[in-house]
Protein backbone atom coordinates (compact mmCIF):
# COMPACT_ATOMS: atom_id res chain seq x y z
CA UNK A 1 0.00 0.00 0.00
CA UNK A 2 1.05 3.27 -1.01
CA UNK A 3 2.83 5.78 1.74
CA UNK A 4 1.26 9.20 2.24
CA UNK A 5 4.31 11.59 2.01
CA UNK A 6 4.49 14.90 3.93
CA UNK A 7 6.55 17.46 3.42
CA UNK A 8 7.31 19.33 6.52
CA UNK A 9 11.19 19.62 7.36
CA UNK A 10 11.11 22.96 8.33
CA UNK A 11 8.37 22.71 10.96
CA UNK A 12 10.85 19.52 12.05
CA UNK A 13 13.40 21.90 12.25
CA UNK A 14 11.81 24.27 14.39
CA UNK A 15 10.49 21.35 16.73
CA UNK A 16 13.90 19.69 17.44
CA UNK A 17 15.48 23.70 18.44
CA UNK A 18 12.62 23.76 20.66
CA UNK A 19 13.75 20.61 22.05
CA UNK A 20 17.32 21.96 22.23
CA UNK A 21 18.40 18.44 20.23
CA UNK A 22 21.11 18.01 17.85
CA UNK A 23 20.40 16.42 14.27
CA UNK A 24 22.19 13.07 15.89
CA UNK A 25 20.39 12.95 19.01
CA UNK A 26 16.85 13.47 17.19
CA UNK A 27 18.29 10.68 14.33
CA UNK A 28 19.09 8.15 17.21
CA UNK A 29 15.68 8.45 19.13
CA UNK A 30 14.23 7.88 15.53
CA UNK A 31 16.59 5.10 14.72
CA UNK A 32 17.20 7.01 10.97
CA UNK A 33 20.72 8.04 10.39
CA UNK A 34 21.74 12.17 11.00
CA UNK A 35 22.24 12.46 7.30
CA UNK A 36 18.79 11.39 6.09
CA UNK A 37 17.53 13.25 8.86
CA UNK A 38 19.27 16.30 7.07
CA UNK A 39 17.78 15.42 3.89
CA UNK A 40 13.80 15.36 5.74
CA UNK A 41 15.09 19.11 7.50
CA UNK A 42 15.98 20.18 3.79
CA UNK A 43 12.55 18.66 2.15
CA UNK A 44 14.30 16.74 0.37
CA UNK A 45 12.97 13.69 2.10
CA UNK A 46 9.45 13.41 2.91
CA UNK A 47 7.94 12.54 6.38
CA UNK A 48 6.72 9.06 6.25
CA UNK A 49 3.44 7.56 8.45
CA UNK A 50 5.85 4.93 10.03
CA UNK A 51 8.15 8.25 10.77
CA UNK A 52 5.63 10.34 12.02
CA UNK A 53 3.90 7.60 14.63
CA UNK A 54 7.47 7.02 15.72
CA UNK A 55 8.03 11.13 16.49
CA UNK A 56 4.93 10.84 18.34
CA UNK A 57 5.99 7.61 20.62
CA UNK A 58 9.30 9.34 21.44
CA UNK A 59 8.38 12.57 21.91
CA UNK A 60 5.04 12.96 23.18
CA UNK A 61 3.46 15.85 20.82
CA UNK A 62 0.58 16.03 18.77
CA UNK A 63 1.52 15.32 15.12
CA UNK A 64 -0.86 18.14 13.76
CA UNK A 65 1.27 20.23 14.77
CA UNK A 66 3.21 19.17 11.77
CA UNK A 67 0.72 20.42 10.22
CA UNK A 68 1.51 23.63 11.19
CA UNK A 69 -0.51 27.15 10.61
CA UNK A 70 0.82 29.02 7.63
CA UNK A 71 -1.89 29.13 5.65
CA UNK A 72 -2.75 32.48 7.07
CA UNK A 73 0.49 33.56 6.66
CA UNK A 74 0.48 32.18 3.18
CA UNK A 75 -2.45 34.20 2.06
CA UNK A 76 -1.16 37.41 4.03
CA UNK A 77 2.18 36.88 1.94
CA UNK A 78 -0.04 37.25 -1.23
CA UNK A 79 -1.46 40.38 0.15
CA UNK A 80 1.71 41.83 0.15
CA UNK A 81 3.29 40.88 -3.13
CA UNK A 82 0.12 41.99 -4.71
CA UNK A 83 0.91 45.77 -4.00
CA UNK A 84 2.12 47.12 -7.17
CA UNK A 85 5.78 48.17 -5.50
CA UNK A 86 6.65 44.47 -5.77
CA UNK A 87 4.23 43.26 -8.52
CA UNK A 88 7.54 42.56 -10.48
CA UNK A 89 8.51 40.81 -7.68
CA UNK A 90 5.50 38.19 -6.89
CA UNK A 91 7.05 34.81 -6.01
CA UNK A 92 4.92 31.52 -6.56
CA UNK A 93 2.52 30.11 -4.60
CA UNK A 94 4.81 27.32 -3.30
CA UNK A 95 7.94 30.22 -2.54
CA UNK A 96 5.33 31.86 -0.39
CA UNK A 97 4.98 28.43 1.28
CA UNK A 98 8.57 28.00 1.91
CA UNK A 99 9.22 31.32 2.95
CA UNK A 100 5.81 31.28 5.50
CA UNK A 101 7.50 27.57 7.16
CA UNK A 102 11.29 28.05 6.77
CA UNK A 103 11.10 31.85 8.65
CA UNK A 104 7.62 32.43 9.89
CA UNK A 105 9.11 34.50 12.33
CA UNK A 106 10.33 36.94 9.85
CA UNK A 107 6.98 36.56 7.56
CA UNK A 108 5.45 37.72 10.15
CA UNK A 109 7.57 40.76 10.49
CA UNK A 110 7.78 41.15 6.65
CA UNK A 111 3.70 41.70 7.28
CA UNK A 112 3.55 43.85 9.97
CA UNK A 113 6.15 45.97 7.92
CA UNK A 114 3.81 46.36 5.13
CA UNK A 115 0.99 46.84 7.41
CA UNK A 116 3.13 49.78 8.75
CA UNK A 117 4.37 51.01 4.92
CA UNK A 118 0.49 50.92 4.08
CA UNK A 119 -0.47 53.06 7.29
CA UNK A 120 1.74 55.53 6.13
CA UNK A 121 1.30 56.06 2.84
CA UNK A 122 -2.27 56.25 3.67
CA UNK A 123 -1.62 59.34 5.72
CA UNK A 124 0.95 60.66 3.15
CA UNK A 125 -2.34 60.41 0.71
CA UNK A 126 -4.38 62.09 3.09
CA UNK A 127 -2.31 64.92 3.73
CA UNK A 128 -1.49 65.62 0.31
CA UNK A 129 -5.35 65.64 -0.49
CA UNK A 130 -5.61 68.05 2.22
CA UNK A 131 -2.48 70.33 1.48
CA UNK A 132 -4.00 69.86 -2.66
CA UNK A 133 -7.60 71.31 -1.62
CA UNK A 134 -5.72 74.67 -0.33
CA UNK A 135 -3.29 75.07 -3.36
CA UNK A 136 -0.48 73.64 -1.95
CA UNK A 137 0.70 70.98 -4.36
CA UNK A 138 3.41 68.60 -2.50
CA UNK A 139 4.62 66.40 -5.90
CA UNK A 140 4.42 63.09 -4.21
CA UNK A 141 2.91 60.87 -6.43
CA UNK A 142 2.15 57.16 -5.07
CA UNK A 143 1.87 54.23 -7.35
CA UNK A 144 -1.32 53.21 -8.17
CA UNK A 145 -3.02 50.31 -9.25
CA UNK A 146 -3.86 50.20 -13.38
CA UNK A 147 -7.75 50.48 -12.37
CA UNK A 148 -7.39 53.33 -9.83
CA UNK A 149 -4.81 55.25 -12.84
CA UNK A 150 -7.61 55.06 -15.14
CA UNK A 151 -10.40 55.81 -12.25
CA UNK A 152 -8.56 58.88 -11.09
CA UNK A 153 -8.26 60.08 -14.66
CA UNK A 154 -11.85 59.86 -15.79
CA UNK A 155 -12.62 61.63 -12.63
CA UNK A 156 -10.26 64.43 -13.11
CA UNK A 157 -11.42 65.64 -15.70
CA UNK A 158 -14.97 66.83 -17.69
CA UNK A 159 -16.08 62.86 -18.82
CA UNK A 160 -16.54 64.18 -22.07
CA UNK A 161 -14.68 62.82 -25.20
CA UNK A 162 -15.80 64.71 -28.38
CA UNK A 163 -13.79 62.22 -31.25
CA UNK A 164 -15.60 59.81 -29.68
CA UNK A 165 -19.19 61.69 -29.81
CA UNK A 166 -18.80 63.10 -33.09
CA UNK A 167 -17.96 59.59 -34.51
CA UNK A 168 -20.75 57.99 -32.79
CA UNK A 169 -23.29 60.14 -33.90
CA UNK A 170 -22.58 59.83 -37.52
CA UNK A 171 -22.96 55.89 -37.05
CA UNK A 172 -25.94 56.35 -35.82
CA UNK A 173 -27.63 58.31 -38.62
CA UNK A 174 -26.06 55.15 -40.29
CA UNK A 175 -27.98 52.84 -38.74
CA UNK A 176 -31.31 54.80 -38.37
CA UNK A 177 -32.32 52.60 -35.46
CA UNK A 178 -35.55 54.25 -35.26
CA UNK A 179 -37.56 52.69 -31.79
CA UNK A 180 -35.39 49.25 -31.77
CA UNK A 181 -31.74 50.06 -31.45
CA UNK A 182 -30.64 46.55 -30.27
CA UNK A 183 -32.25 45.36 -33.76
CA UNK A 184 -30.37 48.43 -36.08
CA UNK A 185 -27.13 47.33 -33.83
CA UNK A 186 -27.54 43.37 -34.97
CA UNK A 187 -28.33 44.21 -38.45
CA UNK A 188 -25.13 46.39 -38.83
CA UNK A 189 -22.91 43.41 -37.60
CA UNK A 190 -24.10 41.26 -39.59
CA UNK A 191 -24.45 43.15 -42.84
CA UNK A 192 -21.32 45.09 -42.18
CA UNK A 193 -18.92 42.09 -40.63
CA UNK A 194 -21.16 38.88 -40.71
CA UNK A 195 -21.06 38.91 -37.18
CA UNK A 196 -24.56 36.92 -35.75
CA UNK A 197 -25.56 38.08 -32.10
CA UNK A 198 -26.83 35.11 -30.22
CA UNK A 199 -28.24 35.35 -26.22
CA UNK A 200 -27.02 32.23 -24.18
CA UNK A 201 -28.22 30.92 -20.69
CA UNK A 202 -25.90 31.70 -18.15
CA UNK A 203 -24.49 27.65 -17.78
CA UNK A 204 -22.96 27.97 -21.33
CA UNK A 205 -21.34 31.37 -20.98
CA UNK A 206 -20.10 30.83 -17.38
CA UNK A 207 -18.09 33.52 -15.81
CA UNK A 208 -18.34 36.13 -19.15
CA UNK A 209 -20.79 38.54 -20.16
CA UNK A 210 -19.71 39.19 -23.71
CA UNK A 211 -17.56 36.76 -26.00
CA UNK A 212 -16.87 37.03 -29.45
CA UNK A 213 -15.64 33.61 -31.62
CA UNK A 214 -13.74 34.68 -34.31
CA UNK A 215 -13.79 31.48 -35.86
CA UNK A 216 -18.08 31.33 -35.87
CA UNK A 217 -17.99 35.02 -36.37
CA UNK A 218 -20.71 34.67 -33.52
CA UNK A 219 -21.00 37.19 -30.77
CA UNK A 220 -22.31 35.47 -27.41
CA UNK A 221 -24.60 37.75 -24.94
CA UNK A 222 -25.18 36.12 -21.91
CA UNK A 223 -29.16 36.32 -20.84
CA UNK A 224 -27.78 36.99 -16.75
CA UNK A 225 -27.61 40.87 -18.50
CA UNK A 226 -31.11 42.86 -18.13
CA UNK A 227 -32.09 43.36 -22.24
CA UNK A 228 -31.07 46.73 -21.89
CA UNK A 229 -27.36 46.15 -20.86
CA UNK A 230 -27.85 43.16 -23.52
CA UNK A 231 -28.41 45.88 -26.08
CA UNK A 232 -24.92 47.99 -24.34
CA UNK A 233 -22.83 45.20 -24.96
CA UNK A 234 -24.36 44.72 -28.48
CA UNK A 235 -22.89 48.38 -29.27
CA UNK A 236 -19.88 47.90 -27.02
CA UNK A 237 -19.03 45.48 -30.00
CA UNK A 238 -20.16 47.90 -32.86
CA UNK A 239 -17.64 50.60 -31.54
CA UNK A 240 -14.49 48.29 -31.04
CA UNK A 241 -15.17 47.51 -34.87
CA UNK A 242 -16.34 50.74 -36.00
CA UNK A 243 -15.03 53.91 -33.70
CA UNK A 244 -11.67 52.31 -32.69
CA UNK A 245 -9.57 55.29 -34.20
CA UNK A 246 -11.45 57.86 -31.59
CA UNK A 247 -11.25 55.65 -29.27
CA UNK A 248 -7.69 54.63 -29.43
CA UNK A 249 -6.67 58.52 -29.49
CA UNK A 250 -9.06 59.69 -26.39
CA UNK A 251 -7.07 56.21 -24.46
CA UNK A 252 -3.34 58.36 -25.80
CA UNK A 253 -4.28 61.84 -24.89
CA UNK A 254 -5.12 60.60 -21.04
CA UNK A 255 -0.93 59.84 -20.98
CA UNK A 256 -1.55 56.77 -18.63
CA UNK A 257 1.82 54.93 -17.48
CA UNK A 258 0.99 51.52 -18.29
CA UNK A 259 -0.32 48.87 -20.95
CA UNK A 260 -2.78 47.45 -18.77
CA UNK A 261 -3.97 51.21 -17.66
CA UNK A 262 -4.59 51.87 -21.48
CA UNK A 263 -6.45 48.33 -21.67
CA UNK A 264 -8.63 49.11 -19.43
CA UNK A 265 -9.32 52.80 -20.20
CA UNK A 266 -10.17 51.08 -23.77
CA UNK A 267 -12.54 48.98 -22.32
CA UNK A 268 -14.20 52.23 -20.61
CA UNK A 269 -14.06 54.26 -23.57
CA UNK A 270 -15.78 51.53 -25.49
CA UNK A 271 -18.47 51.76 -23.44
CA UNK A 272 -18.81 55.26 -23.59
CA UNK A 273 -18.96 55.13 -27.28
CA UNK A 274 -21.71 52.22 -26.86
CA UNK A 275 -23.54 54.79 -24.86
CA UNK A 276 -22.97 57.82 -27.66
CA UNK A 277 -24.33 55.21 -29.92
CA UNK A 278 -27.52 54.37 -28.35
CA UNK A 279 -28.20 57.88 -27.32
CA UNK A 280 -26.37 60.25 -29.76
CA UNK A 281 -24.93 63.74 -28.44
CA UNK A 282 -27.62 66.19 -30.33
CA UNK A 283 -31.05 64.35 -30.07
CA UNK A 284 -29.75 63.63 -25.59
CA UNK A 285 -29.26 66.60 -24.79
CA UNK A 286 -32.10 68.33 -26.40
CA UNK A 287 -34.21 66.07 -24.53
CA UNK A 288 -32.56 66.11 -21.06
CA UNK A 289 -33.47 69.87 -21.65
CA UNK A 290 -36.78 69.45 -21.98
CA UNK A 291 -37.20 67.08 -19.86
CA UNK A 292 -35.49 69.46 -16.94
CA UNK A 293 -32.78 66.09 -16.49
CA UNK A 294 -35.05 63.65 -15.43
CA UNK A 295 -33.47 60.51 -15.55
CA UNK A 296 -36.28 58.49 -15.54
CA UNK A 297 -38.36 60.07 -18.56
CA UNK A 298 -34.82 60.20 -20.65
CA UNK A 299 -34.42 56.53 -19.33
CA UNK A 300 -38.00 55.76 -21.23
CA UNK A 301 -37.35 57.97 -24.16
CA UNK A 302 -34.09 56.47 -25.37
CA UNK A 303 -35.46 53.36 -23.93
CA UNK A 304 -32.03 52.68 -21.64
CA UNK A 305 -31.71 51.90 -18.47
CA UNK A 306 -31.73 54.83 -15.63
CA UNK A 307 -27.76 54.25 -14.92
CA UNK A 308 -27.67 54.56 -18.69
CA UNK A 309 -29.37 57.85 -19.07
CA UNK A 310 -27.41 59.02 -15.50
CA UNK A 311 -24.20 57.94 -16.93
CA UNK A 312 -25.00 59.97 -20.57
CA UNK A 313 -25.92 62.96 -18.51
CA UNK A 314 -22.25 63.30 -16.95
CA UNK A 315 -21.23 63.00 -20.70
CA UNK A 316 -22.83 66.29 -21.91
CA UNK A 317 -19.80 68.83 -21.89
CA UNK A 318 -19.55 70.03 -25.34
CA UNK A 319 -18.69 73.31 -25.03
CA UNK A 320 -20.76 74.75 -27.89
CA UNK A 321 -23.86 72.70 -26.88
CA UNK A 322 -23.34 71.52 -23.27
CA UNK A 323 -25.84 70.37 -20.26
CA UNK A 324 -25.40 70.86 -16.94
CA UNK A 325 -22.18 69.56 -15.13
CA UNK A 326 -23.49 66.55 -13.85
CA UNK A 327 -21.01 63.59 -11.72
CA UNK A 328 -21.30 60.13 -10.84
CA UNK A 329 -20.23 57.78 -8.19
CA UNK A 330 -20.52 53.94 -7.93
CA UNK A 331 -20.19 52.46 -4.34
CA UNK A 332 -20.87 49.31 -2.98
CA UNK A 333 -22.43 48.54 0.88
CA UNK A 334 -19.19 48.10 2.03
CA UNK A 335 -18.33 51.97 0.90
CA UNK A 336 -15.69 50.45 -1.69
CA UNK A 337 -15.90 53.74 -4.61
CA UNK A 338 -16.21 51.42 -7.85
CA UNK A 339 -16.53 54.40 -10.45
CA UNK A 340 -16.32 57.95 -10.37
CA UNK A 341 -16.55 60.16 -13.39
CA UNK A 342 -16.76 64.05 -13.69
CA UNK A 343 -16.18 64.88 -10.34
CA UNK A 344 -13.93 67.77 -10.29
CA UNK A 345 -15.36 69.30 -7.69
CA UNK A 346 -16.70 67.11 -5.42
CA UNK A 347 -14.46 65.85 -2.38
CA UNK A 348 -11.29 63.72 -3.72
CA UNK A 349 -9.45 61.98 -1.12
CA UNK A 350 -7.49 59.08 -2.74
CA UNK A 351 -8.79 55.71 -3.31
CA UNK A 352 -11.35 55.07 0.36
CA UNK A 353 -14.57 55.59 0.87
CA UNK A 354 -17.01 58.14 0.76
CA UNK A 355 -18.39 60.28 3.83
CA UNK A 356 -20.66 57.57 5.54
CA UNK A 357 -23.81 60.48 6.09
CA UNK A 358 -23.92 60.66 2.29
CA UNK A 359 -27.95 59.21 1.56
CA UNK A 360 -26.10 56.61 -1.31
CA UNK A 361 -25.84 53.90 1.82
CA UNK A 362 -29.78 54.29 2.85
CA UNK A 363 -30.77 53.22 -0.86
CA UNK A 364 -29.73 49.59 -0.67
CA UNK A 365 -32.87 49.23 1.97
CA UNK A 366 -34.94 51.04 -0.72
CA UNK A 367 -34.03 49.03 -3.88
CA UNK A 368 -34.92 50.66 -6.98
CA UNK A 369 -36.08 54.10 -5.33
CA UNK A 370 -34.77 57.29 -6.16
CA UNK A 371 -33.31 59.28 -2.78
CA UNK A 372 -32.67 63.32 -3.52
CA UNK A 373 -30.84 65.48 -0.95
CA UNK A 374 -28.95 68.37 -0.59
CA UNK A 375 -25.52 67.68 1.16
CA UNK A 376 -23.25 70.79 2.34
CA UNK A 377 -18.97 71.04 3.27
CA UNK A 378 -18.19 72.61 5.84
CA UNK A 379 -16.81 75.20 3.43
CA UNK A 380 -20.09 76.00 2.66
CA UNK A 381 -20.62 74.53 -0.96
CA UNK A 382 -23.20 72.38 -1.40
CA UNK A 383 -24.75 69.60 -3.64
CA UNK A 384 -27.67 68.09 -4.86
CA UNK A 385 -27.18 64.26 -4.86
CA UNK A 386 -29.72 61.46 -6.30
CA UNK A 387 -28.88 58.00 -5.05
CA UNK A 388 -30.41 54.61 -6.43
CA UNK A 389 -29.84 51.41 -6.47
CA UNK A 390 -28.83 49.55 -9.90
CA UNK A 391 -29.43 46.90 -11.24
CA UNK A 392 -26.93 43.78 -11.70
CA UNK A 393 -26.69 40.61 -13.77
CA UNK A 394 -28.97 37.86 -12.53
CA UNK A 395 -27.20 35.86 -9.94
CA UNK A 396 -26.96 32.16 -10.30
CA UNK A 397 -27.78 29.50 -7.86
CA UNK A 398 -26.81 29.85 -4.66
CA UNK A 399 -24.75 33.56 -5.75
CA UNK A 400 -25.14 36.65 -3.62
CA UNK A 401 -26.18 39.29 -6.06
CA UNK A 402 -24.13 42.25 -6.61
CA UNK A 403 -25.43 45.70 -4.57
CA UNK A 404 -24.10 48.72 -5.48
CA UNK A 405 -25.65 52.20 -5.76
CA UNK A 406 -25.06 55.02 -8.04
CA UNK A 407 -25.05 58.47 -6.64
CA UNK A 408 -25.71 61.67 -9.51
CA UNK A 409 -24.71 65.09 -8.08
CA UNK A 410 -24.98 68.47 -9.20
CA UNK A 411 -23.63 72.05 -8.10
CA UNK A 412 -26.66 73.18 -5.97
CA UNK A 413 -26.64 76.63 -7.76
CA UNK A 414 -27.80 74.55 -11.24
CA UNK A 415 -30.29 72.18 -9.08
CA UNK A 416 -32.88 75.04 -10.16
CA UNK A 417 -32.85 73.86 -13.52
CA UNK A 418 -33.86 69.95 -12.85
CA UNK A 419 -36.66 68.24 -11.87
CA UNK A 420 -35.20 67.55 -9.22
CA UNK A 421 -34.39 70.68 -7.23
CA UNK A 422 -38.01 72.19 -8.44
CA UNK A 423 -39.26 69.32 -6.14
CA UNK A 424 -36.91 70.00 -3.23
CA UNK A 425 -37.63 73.96 -3.26
CA UNK A 426 -36.13 76.66 -2.51
CA UNK A 427 -35.37 75.60 1.33
CA UNK A 428 -34.37 72.17 1.19
CA UNK A 429 -33.29 70.52 4.81
CA UNK A 430 -29.35 70.12 4.74
CA UNK A 431 -27.14 66.87 5.53
CA UNK A 432 -23.86 68.11 6.40
CA UNK A 433 -21.21 65.74 5.06
CA UNK A 434 -17.44 65.83 4.52
CA UNK A 435 -14.35 64.49 2.46
CA UNK A 436 -13.65 60.85 3.82
CA UNK A 437 -13.00 61.05 7.83
CA UNK A 438 -9.71 60.75 8.01
CA UNK A 439 -9.85 64.41 6.47
CA UNK A 440 -12.74 65.68 8.41
CA UNK A 441 -12.67 68.20 11.12
CA UNK A 442 -16.72 68.18 11.64
CA UNK A 443 -17.18 67.81 15.53
CA UNK A 444 -19.61 65.59 17.10
CA UNK A 445 -20.07 63.40 14.21
CA UNK A 446 -21.70 60.11 15.46
CA UNK A 447 -20.73 58.62 12.09
CA UNK A 448 -17.15 59.33 11.86
CA UNK A 449 -15.05 56.16 11.02
CA UNK A 450 -11.49 57.42 11.81
CA UNK A 451 -9.47 59.98 13.26
CA UNK A 452 -8.80 63.38 11.12
CA UNK A 453 -5.07 63.22 11.02
CA UNK A 454 -4.83 66.79 11.61
CA UNK A 455 -6.02 66.71 15.06
CA UNK A 456 -5.27 65.07 18.15
CA UNK A 457 -7.34 62.66 19.62
CA UNK A 458 -9.40 63.70 22.63
CA UNK A 459 -8.69 61.29 25.35
CA UNK A 460 -10.50 62.29 28.39
CA UNK A 461 -11.02 60.22 31.05
CA UNK A 462 -13.72 62.54 33.18
CA UNK A 463 -15.67 63.18 29.79
CA UNK A 464 -16.40 61.21 26.61
CA UNK A 465 -18.04 62.22 23.07
CA UNK A 466 -20.44 61.03 20.84
CA UNK A 467 -17.47 59.02 18.79
CA UNK A 468 -14.76 56.43 19.24
CA UNK A 469 -12.30 58.84 17.72
CA UNK A 470 -13.13 61.98 19.00
CA UNK A 471 -10.51 64.74 18.87
CA UNK A 472 -9.76 68.19 20.46
Not at 10 to 28: K, V, W
Not at 54 to 70: I, M, N, P, T, W
Not at 281 to 287: M, N, S, T
Not at 419 to 430: H, I, R, W
Request: hydrophobic letters at 45%; glycine letters at 6%; aromatic letters at 8%.
Amino acid sequence: MAQNKIFAGPRLRRLRRERDLTQTAMAEALSISPSYLNLIERNQRPLTVQLLLKLASVYDFDVAALQGESGGTISQLKSVFSDPLLAGELPGDQELVEVAEAAPNAAIGLIRLYRAYCEQAERLSDLTALLASEGKETGHSGKRLPHEEVRDSLSRRPFFFDAIDAAAEALHVELAPGDDAGAALKTWLREKHGIAVRILPPGALVNLGRRFDRHTMRLFISARFSPYDRVREIAVEVALLALWQPIDKAVHDLALSSDEARRLARFELAHYAALALIMPYGPFVEAARRVQYDCAALAGRFSVSFEQAAIRLVSLQRPENSGLKFFALEVDRAGNLLRRLGAEGFPHAGFRGECPRLGVYDTFSRPGRLAMEKAELSDGSAFLLLSRTLEAPEPILNEPPRQTALVLGLDWSAAESTVYGKTMGAAPSTVPIGPVCRLCERPGCISRAAPPVTRPLGLDEQAAGLSTFDFR
